[in-house]
C-alpha cells in the first residue's frame, strides 16, 4: 500500500492536537517529530495483537483503528481511534505487554514513537516530559477502566460515548488487600465498579459466621442498588486482594442520568431486576491468578511451574511471574519486593494489571520466605496453590502456619499438590496432610508426568470432565466400554464418581486400571456369590462381598487416589444422601452397594447406609457441584421401563409352581422376574425417577447404552455388556466432539483388547450376586 507521509510542519501540527502532547512548547513538538516514523497499514491489518510486548506508541494520520480485548474467546470492543487519535499506551516502567489488539478499520496512515526514542527523550528532557508521562499514566488507567465497564454485566450495550461519559465522572482508587471497601449499614452514598483485584461480599446477621454472599472481580459491581434506592448498604464489601476500584458518587450518577436518561435508566432498572431474580444464588469468580508456595524446599518449583505452564497453556495465554522475572523487567534488583507503602508500588501494581489483563491465567511463584513479594503473590492470588513432596513429614511448618494465618481470614481458594517420584504406585498417608490444614481441594502429581499436570491445570482452570456411572448391576459393565472409547477418542477424564456398579468401576478407573484388568476381576467379584442367611435383616450376609471387595482395594482411602473420586449411599436413618469423599475405600463402596433386602445395611457413626439407588442413582448433581465450571458425561444403564410383560397373579403366586413352569418344559410359561431382581429393581426406583428430572440440564453429555436385554443379574455376560457400552459411545462421540467447547480427540494409539471381540461365558447362574 504507497501512500505520502505527511510533511514536517504537518506532523508537528498533528502531535499538538494530539491529547498526550498538547501543550507543549513547538521545539519540544519538533523534537518528537524527528523521532516518529511514518506507516501505512492496509484495512482488516492487525496492527498489534493482545499479549505482544509493546514496543512503542502510535498516532493516526488518517483512517480508523478499532482497539479491542479477547476475554473468554469473546471480542469486547474498547474504543475507535481516528484522527490526531493515540493508541498502543505502554508502560514507563517495566516490560509493557499489549493488554489490547489494534486492527485497521480502513485503509490507515499512522506514525509509530519507538519505545526507545521515547525513553531517551524522557532522560535528556524530564521535566518537559512530565506533562507526557503524567497523562501517559492517566491513558493507562483510562484504558484499564474501560475493559472493566466493557466487562461488566451492568453497562453492557452502552455506546462508546456514553462510556467516555462515565469514565469521567469516576474516581479511580487503589484499595489494599484486607481493607473493607462498603460497610453493612452505611448510607449508600456511591457505587463502586471493580477495575482489578477481587472482593468478597458478605452479610452480617444473627449467626455468628457471616453469610457469604459473593466473590466479585473486574468488570463487576456492588452499590448500585442503594446508589438508586438511596436505602443503607445491604453487605459488607471486603478486599481479599490488592484491588483498584471506580467510584461512581450520587451527584456524578444524577449528572449521567440528565445526559443520558433513556440509556442510564434501562441500565440500572435491568441491575435491579437482575439481582432480584439472582438474589438466592452464592456466586464465586473462576480463578485466574494462582500463588504458588513451595513447601519442600528440595522440591524444584521452576520444574514444576515449567510443566503446570505447559498444562495452562492448552487452554489460555498464561505467564509465571517470580520475583527475579519482575526485578529483571524493571532493571533493578530488589524491585519485587516494594511494599504497599513504596513509591514504586503503583508502578507495579500497574504493570501487574497489565500481565493481568494480556493473560489469562497468571501463576505467581512465591519466594521461599515471607517476604514483600510473598505476600504480594497471596494478595494477587484467587487461589492459593501449596506444593509439597509427597514424601517429606506432613507437619506444617513456621512459614506455611504464617501463610495460612492471613489466608484463612479470607474466601481465596486453597489446594494442596502433593508430588511424587514419576515411576510411584498408589499414594498413601494423604489424609495425614489434609487433616491439620482448611484446604478446598487436593491433587497427586507424579514428577514429570505431563499429564497428571494437564489435569490439574484443568481443574485449576475451571475446564475439568467429571465423569458419573450409575448403578446398573451386571449391566453396570457397559461402563467399561464407555471408558474404553473415551480413551481411544483421546477424551481426558478427570473426575469419576458414582454409584452401586458404578461406583466400583469408578474406583478401579481412579485407581488407574486399565480395560481389561477391571473387566476381570470385577467379574470375578460378582459371579462369586454371596452366603444366603436367616433373612432376618437381608437374604444374603454380604461377607463374601466384604471379604472380595477388600481383597481388591485393601486399606487404600478415598484420598490416596491419583484422581478426585466420590461415591453415593442413602442414609436410611436420617433420609439424606451420602457422598464419599473422604475415608477407606472400602466403607464407601460397600455402603454404595447395599441394596436393601439383598445385602445387610452399612453402619456408620450408628447410623444404617444402603444402596444410593434409593435418592440418586445418577449423582449428576453431586458431580456439577464438586466441579463447578467443567464438563461432565453421565452414564445411565438403566432404562425408565423394565421387567414388563409379566403374567397376572391373581390368587397369589406360588414359588413351587413357578419353579415347575421354569424346569418343565411343556408347563404352561409363567412370566414373573425373580426376588433378586424385584428388590434390585425396587432398589432403582426413586434413583431414576429422580435423574430422568434433572439428567437433561446438568450433564453435558447423557450416555444411555443399549443394555436393556441383558437381566440385571447376567454377570457372566460382562464382556458383552462392556462391547455393547464400547460400540455405542463410539459412534455417540463422533459427532459430539465436533461441537463446540468438547474435549477434541487427540491422535493417542490404543493396543486392541479383549473387548473388542465379545464372548458369551455360559448360562446365568443362580444366586450370583455382586455389585449393583
Same mark, same amino acid.
Not at 323 to 335: E, G, L, N
Given at each position: ?124 528532557? *524530564? ?25 461488566? /454485566? ?30 453493612? /449499614? ?42 438508586? /434506592? ?141 517476604? *514483600? ?159 444366603? $442367611? ?162 437433561? @440440564? ?42 463446540? @467447547? ?16 465379545? $464372548? ?13
Amino acid at each position: 500500500m504507497r501512500s505520502t507521509p505527511p510533511s514536517r510542519s504537518q506532523l508537528i501540527e498533528l502531535i499538538g492536537q494530539n491529547i498526550l502532547t498538547a501543550g507543549s512548547r513547538q521545539d519540544l513538538l519538533a523534537t518528537i517529530a524527528d523521532c516518529l516514523q511514518f506507516t501505512a497499514v492496509a484495512q482488516n491489518t492487525l496492527i498489534f495483537r493482545q499479549g505482544e510486548e509493546a514496543d512503542g506508541l502510535y498516532l493516526v494520520v488518517q483512517g480508523t483503528v478499532q482497539i479491542f480485548s479477547e476475554h473468554d474467546n469473546n471480542r469486547l470492543i474498547m474504543s475507535h481511534s481516528s484522527k490526531s487519535h493515540l493508541f498502543g499506551e505502554f508502560l514507563l516502567c517495566g516490560n509493557s505487554i499489549r493488554s489490547t489488539s489494534a486492527l485497521a478499520l480502513t485503509d490507515c496512515r499512522l506514525l509509530f514513537w519507538p519505545m526507545e526514542t521515547f525513553g531517551a527523550l524522557l532522560l535528556q528532557q *524530564p521535566e518537559d516530559f512530565t506533562p507526557i508521562t503524567t497523562r501517559l499514566v492517566r491513558r493507562l488507567g483510562w484504558n484499564q477502566t474501560m475493559l472493566a465497564l466493557r466487562l461488566s /454485566s451492568l453497562f453492557i450495550g452502552l455506546n462508546e460515548q456514553i462510556v467516555r461519559d462515565l469514565i469521567n465522572a469516576l474516581t479511580i482508587k487503589s484499595i489494599p488487600a484486607n481493607t473493607l471497601l462498603l460497610k453493612q /449499614s452505611d448510607p449508600a452514598e456511591y457505587m463502586c465498579i471493580v477495575i482489578n483485584g477481587q472482593f468478597q461480599v458478605c452479610r452480617e446477621n444473627e449467626n455468628p459466621q457471616p453469610e457469604m454472599l459473593a466473590v466479585i472481580g473486574r468488570g463487576e459491581t456492588v452499590g448500585e442498588v442503594g446508589l438508586i /434506592s438511596g436505602s443503607k448498604r445491604a453487605a459488607n464489601v471486603f478486599a481479599i486482594r490488592d484491588s483498584t476500584v471506580a467510584y461512581l458518587n450520587r451527584n456524578a450518577f444524577e449528572r449521567l442520568l440528565k445526559q443520558h436518561p433513556l440509556e442510564i435508566n434501562q441500565t440500572f432498572v435491568r441491575s435491579l431486576i437482575n439481582r432480584l431474580e439472582k438474589n438466592s444464588q452464592v456466586k464465586t469468580n473462576t480463578a485466574n491468578t494462582f500463588a504458588l508456595i513451595n513447601l519442600s524446599p528440595h522440591l524444584d518449583p521452576f520444574e514444576f511451574c515449567r510443566c503446570l505452564l505447559k498444562g495452562l497453556q492448552n487452554h489460555s495465554l498464561a505467564r509465571v511471574l517470580t520475583s527475579t522475572i519482575v526485578d529483571q523487567a524493571f532493571m533493578r534488583p530488589d524491585a519485587a519486593q516494594c511494599d504497599f507503602n513504596n513509591l514504586d508500588n503503583a508502578s507495579l501494581v500497574q504493570w501487574l494489571s497489565e500481565q493481568e489483563l494480556a493473560h489469562e491465567h497468571i501463576v505467581y511463584l512465591a519466594d521461599a520466605r515471607l517476604n *514483600p513479594w510473598t505476600r504480594r503473590c497471596l494478595r494477587q492470588a484467587d487461589h492459593v496453590v501449596f506444593l509439597a513432596d509427597a514424601e517429606d513429614r506432613p507437619d506444617i511448618a513456621a512459614l506455611e502456619a504464617q501463610l495460612l494465618a492471613e489466608l484463612n481470614a479470607n474466601a481465596v481458594k486453597k489446594t494442596l499438590v502433593l508430588q511424587h517420584p514419576k515411576n510411584a504406585q498408589t499414594p498413601i498417608g494423604t489424609s495425614r496432610w489434609l487433616k491439620p490444614r482448611q484446604l478446598d481441594s487436593h491433587y497427586h502429581v507424579r514428577q514429570q508426568l505431563q499429564s497428571d499436570f494437564d489435569r490439574l491445570a484443568r481443574f485449576m482452570t475451571g475446564n475439568a470432565l467429571g465423569l458419573v456411572l450409575g448403578g446398573g448391576a451386571a449391566r453396570g459393565f457397559a461402563h467399561i466400554g464407555v471408558l474404553k472409547a473415551l480413551k481411544e477418542r483421546g477424551i481426558a477424564v478427570d473426575m469419576v464418581g458414582g454409584n452401586s456398579m458404578g461406583a466400583v468401576l469408578a474406583a478401579e478407573f481412579a485407581l488407574q486400571w486399565d480395560e481389561n484388568r477391571m473387566l476381570e476381576k470385577t467379574r470375578q467379584l460378582c459371579v462369586r456369590g454371596d452366603r444366603m $442367611t436367616l433373612p432376618l435383616v437381608s437374604l444374603f450376609s454380604g461377607k463374601t462381598m466384604t471379604d472380595a471387595l477388600e481383597n481388591l482395594f485393601g486399606d487404600i482411602y478415598i484420598e490416596d487416589l491419583w484422581m478426585p473420586f466420590f461415591c453415593v449411599s442413602c442414609n436410611i436413618s436420617r433420609a439424606t444422601l451420602m457422598i464419599h469423599r473422604q475415608g477407606t475405600l472400602l466403607a464407601a463402596l460397600l455402603s454404595s452397594n447395599a441394596p436393601p433386602g439383598l445385602f445387610p445395611p452399612q453402619v456408620s457413626n450408628g447410623d444404617l447406609l444402603v444402596d444410593g439407588a434409593l435418592l440418586n442413582n445418577l449423582p449428576v448433581d453431586v458431580m456439577r457441584e464438586l466441579n463447578p465450571g467443567g464438563r461432565i458425561i453421565a452414564v445411565d444403564v438403566n432404562e425408565r421401563e423394565d421387567l414388563l410383560d409379566n403374567t397376572d397373579n391373581l390368587g397369589g403366586v406360588s414359588g413351587w409352581q413357578l419353579l415347575w413352569s421354569r424346569l418343565n418344559p411343556w408347563a404352561p410359561r409363567i412370566n414373573m422376574p425373580g426376588m433378586v431382581q424385584i428388590l434390585t429393581r425396587a432398589s432403582m426406583i426413586g434413583g431414576l425417577a429422580q435423574q430422568k428430572k434433572m439428567r437433561a @440440564g446438568l450433564a453435558d453429555l447423557y450416555l444411555q447404552p443399549p443394555v436393556k436385554h441383558f437381566p440385571l443379574t447376567g454377570y457372566n455376560r460382562a464382556r458383552a455388556i462392556a462391547y455393547a457400552g464400547y460400540q455405542y459411545t463410539r459412534e455417540r462421540l463422533k459427532g459430539w466432539q465436533t461441537q463446540p @467447547g468438547n474435549n477434541p480427540a487427540l491422535p493417542l494409539r490404543h493396543a486392541q483388547t479383549a473387548l473388542d471381540s465379545p $464372548t458369551e461365558d455360559g448360562q446365568i447362574p443362580a444366586a450370583k450376586h455382586g455389585a449393583m
